[in-house]
């Protein structure tokens, strides 16, 4: 068995590499002419990206961008979390588990589907309101900083929920109890006492919300660019996808910026989660969460949440699968259903480009997934069970990557694989997504572990088991909840990821959600729909079929124990 300072030190050396190594080669790059002349000292890179006249604007688009969605994800998760934990609506645990499924829609196909709807030319919804109400001009325009706020909420609101809801369902019936017996109403009591001691809570949702969106590339390329509405993440692509040339220069002196931007609400963020203690609450076993009786207004409100729930999930996979079906975009009609084929589901199938991005795809969701989880079981074992300076080292690396936008730290990669025989390789891909979306491992697999108590091995190991037959027979079996979990929530986000994608993604090393992007500029919406169609299809059936494995070993060894 490896050592456990030994086994430390080498999971430092390989996270740190993961994490500190594209950060610093973006630094470096940043003071670059270019590729070819690589550690030649200059700024000018960092005076041409921040004398560009079109910054400030673009800056702005991105404040309001990101604030925006935060305060339209915040204020809906919000009300979802209120309805799902504190009423009697009905249905409402069925609703707490819509409010977290769109996790599993693929971002770039959630844009889409809302450029399918609104788009002012030829938008299914602003067709048939322009139909009904005899209207000449259409009512909405995706394409404009209000839909790109509207998308990315959306999107955004699951993050937003999980935050807020736990907070929410401990909050004490005493506090609201003690502000009705003083004559408040069950408003006042809400806007005074509830939302006050939730403040942590949802300062952490919004802020965590501005650096998701500030990460974000599908909304802005997808629904932003067509209407030449920038923000910073598009300003950056621009940089290294357009002209004779790409400036990868001056996109990692744009890219310092938002890097600095997210590391710091990062920091906020954590800070605000470490001091919610002062907010606690719940001190007592006597503690219950009070339901309020909404009487007449129980299903008013229940339609309501289920809209919501209607326009996260279903509309946006009926409009894919719709379009896929008919030839061009149309309203649908007695006319768009005689014409509905899976002629765009041939070509899909038929094109090469096409099957060897859904080839890359689940190759790297598969591959990458499970190799992402055997790192994350041993960063895990470490971080919780080997108590020591180094492994709090360790941890503070494992999750830095998590406050990186993915199209700067796909410019950092560049610029070092450039220099390696990996550039151009889905090894780059691989090691891309792996650093980016190991937290997500980490996670699942440390609370794991934090449930293993230590007295489990020692009792194996007092009966004669060596440390190897205790992880097979002991630790292993316990671990599959978070070895599931871990891999799920990596393969999902290696299939759809987009961000890091377009910036290391080169011929012959396409992947799906490029490939998306691609069909959406070209405005093949019947091909992207099928593409996107057979995307979740997949997610989907990974995620089925990992969790029926996992469930059906845990009890294969429960049996044989």
């Known amino acids: 068995m490896i050592r456990k300072p030994t086994l430390t030190t080498t999971l430092i050396t390989i996270v740190g590499f993961l994490t500190v190594c594209p950060v610093v080669m973006l630094l470096f790059g940043s003071f670059s002419e270019g590729f070819g002349s690589f550690g030649q000292f200059t700024t000018a890179k960092y005076i041409a990206a921040y004398t560009d006249p079109a910054l400030l604007e673009i800056l702005w688009n991105t404040v309001i961008f990101t604030f925006g969605s935060a305060a339209l994800a915040t204020g809906l998760a919000l009300f979802l979390a209120y309805m799902n934990t504190r009423t009697n609506i009905p249905f409402k645990g069925l609703f707490g588990v819509i409010s977290i499924v769109p996790m599993m829609i693929p971002h770039i196909l959630f ?112 629904v932003g660019m067509p209407g030449r509405i920038y923000v910073l993440a598009t300003h950056i692509y621009r940089s290294i996808s357009t002209g004779f040339s790409a400036d990868y220069g001056k996109a990692a002196a744009l890219g310092m910026s938002a890097l600095a931007a997210s590391i710091t609400l990062i920091y906020l963020y954590r800070y605000l989660t470490a001091e919610s203690g002062k907010f606690v609450t719940i001190s007592s076993r006597g503690f219950k969460p009070s339901l309020i009786d909404l009487k007449g207004k129980r299903y008013p409100f229940f339609a309501v949440v289920g809209l919501v729930s ?73 971080i919780v069970k080997v108590r020591t300076p180094a492994a709090g080292i360790l941890e503070s690396l494992s999750f830095l990557s998590f406050s990186f936008p993915g199209i700067v730290i796909g410019v950092g990669f560049m610029w070092f694989f450039v220099r390696t025989p990996l550039y151009s390789t889905m090894w780059a891909l691989l090691i ?64 759809r990821e987009l961000t890091l994608s377009v910036v290391l993604s080169r011929p012959g090393t396409e992947v799906l959600a490029v490939q998306i992007l691609r069909y959406a500029e070209d405005g093949l919406w019947g091909k992207l729909s099928a593409l996107g169609i057979i995307m979740i299809g997949i997610s989907s059936t990974l995620v089925l079929g990992v969790t029926y494995l996992g469930r059906r070993f845990s009890r294969v060894e429960v049996v044989d124990r």
């Open 111 to 222: 844009a889409v589907s809302w450029a399918l709807l609104l788009n002012p030319s030829n938008g299914i919804l602003n067709r048939l309101l322009m139909d009904v109400f005899q209207l000449s001009s259409a009512p909405f325009n995706v394409y404009s900083l209000g839909g790109m706020i509207l998308v990315e909420g959306l999107l955004d609101l699951p993050i937003a929920y999980l935050i807020i809801a736990p907070a929410m369902s401990a909050f004490d019936i005493a506090l609201e109890e003690s502000s009705k017996v003083c004559g408040a109403s069950t408003l006042r009591t809400l806007m005074r006492v509830t939302l006050p001691v939730l403040r942590p809570a949802i300062l952490a949702s919004a802020i965590l919300v501005v650096v998701r969106s500030l990460a974000s590339f599908a909304v802005p390329s997808v």
């Open 310 to 382: 209607f326009v996260l999930i279903v509309l946006p996979v009926v409009v894919l699968f719709y379009t896929s079906l008919v030839p061009y975009s149309m309203v649908p009609s007695a006319k768009a259903f005689s014409m509905m084929s899976f002629k765009h589901w041939i070509d899909v199938l038929k094109d090469p480009i096409s099957v060897l991005s859904l080839k890359n795809s689940l190759t790297l969701g598969v591959f990458g997934a499970t190799l992402g989880v055997a790192l994350a079981i041993l960063i895990a074992y470490v």
């Open 432 to 495: 891309g997504y792996i650093a980016t979306y190991l937290p997500y491992g980490i996670r699942p697999l440390s609370s794991a572990f934090i449930q293993i108590h230590s007295h489990l091995e020692e009792s194996s190991r007092v009966c004669g088991a060596s440390s190897f037959q205790t992880l097979r027979k002991i630790v292993i079996p316990l671990l599959i909840p978070g070895i599931v979990s871990g891999w799920i929530l990596m393969a999902t986000m290696f299939l």
